[in-house]
């Protein structure tokens, strides 16, 4: 695989070859970050394509200074933000630097599930639970958990990606990852009450 | 190290970002409180089961559509066409 820059310049060269390694290695990340956030395959295919558009026609927009995939993570996002902002009535958060500590909510259920059976734990059933449980969280923090924890990016690379600090960006995650928890314990321990 | 203070570092603690004091008073707390135990064994199993289920990819026949839409965008900016429709 070339270098970033390598790579542009090959892509603007005409090379076919580096489009299809360039979509190969991103376009399944862009589709899912868009997926998450819009809920519709279609627009989030459009997302993919509407970035890769823009890498290809304004590719002065790329400075080289973040990696491209951060870089593609970012155009992708803040089209899915510009299209949030349109269908919603309310308009997203924005991106202020967020107190923790105080208002952090206190986990309430105890049941330990973590030992469930693999089988268990990647069938349909628990697989809806994972969809509705993620669906329920703010699109803020939906991003930060999808880019941190399921595709890998580090803390600096997903705040670089969602415009954010890095202090912002942990706050965001580290609530994620308690929403999640909390909503998943809900579903192995019916008895417990999910805020 | 207090249930309110493990529960505020616990992301700083699975992802090895705290220091070793803070470290290991966590570890202490964790050995004796079992329902902090239990927040961190749930949370890293939240986490490793979307990862390994969270990754869903463009249906194949989509994939394919998409792609030539952008290596028709492609031959299209090489020829000096700046309007590149996107859908």
Redesign the interface.
Same mark, same amino acid.
Do not use: C, N
């Given at each position: 695989m070339l270098a970033d820059p390598e790579l542009l310049t090959a892509?603007?060269a005409?090379d *076919?070859a580096t489009?299809?390694a360039l @979509?190969d290695a991103h376009? !399944?990340k862009l589709? %899912?970050l868009a &997926?998450s956030l819009l809920r519709d *395959?279609i627009e989030a295919? !459009?997302i993919?394509?509407?970035t890769?558009?823009k890498l /290809?026609?304004r590719p002065e927009q790329f400075e080289g200074r973040a990696r491209l995939e951060t870089w593609l993570y970012r155009v992708a996002y803040n089209a899915c933000l510009d299209r949030l902002r349109r269908k919603q009535a309310d308009p997203l958060p924005d991106d202020e630097p967020e107190a !923790?500590?105080e208002s952090?909510p /206190?986990?309430q259920s @105890?049941?330990?599930?973590?030992a469930t059976p693999e089988a268990v &734990?990647?069938g349909a059933e628990?697989?809806a639970a994972?969809e509705a449980a993620?669906q329920q969280l703010p699109e803020s923090l939906r991003a930060v @958990?999808?880019l941190r !924890?399921?595709e890998?990016l580090s803390?600096e690379e997903a705040a670089e990606a969602l415009g954010l600090s890095v202090a912002a960006t942990?706050v965001r &995650?580290?609530r994620a990852?308690?929403a999640? %928890?909390e909503r &998943?314990?809900s579903y192995f321990d019916p008895s417990s009450v999910t805020p | 190290m207090t249930c309110a203070e493990l529960i505020q570092y616990l992301s700083d603690y699975i992802d090895q970002d705290l220091n070793e004091e803070l470290t290991r008073e966590a570890q202490e707390h964790l050995t004796t409180c079992r329902n902090c135990r239990v927040v961190l064994n749930t949370t890293q199993k939240t986490i490793l089961l979307y990862k390994q289920t969270g990754r869903q990819t463009i249906p194949a026949e989509r994939r394919a559509t998409l792609f030539a839409r952008l290596q028709a965008a492609l031959s299209r900016d090489a020829t000096g066409r700046d309007h590149v429709p996107t859908s």
């Open positions: 892509l603007h005409g *076919p489009l299809a @979509f376009a !399944d589709y %899912r &997926l *395959p295919e !459009d993919a394509q509407e890769f558009v /290809m026609t !923790d500590g952090l /206190m986990p @105890f049941v330990d599930w973590s &734990l990647l628990v697989s994972l993620i @958990f999808l !924890d399921v890998g803390t942990k &995650l580290h990852r308690l999640l %928890r &998943l314990s | -």
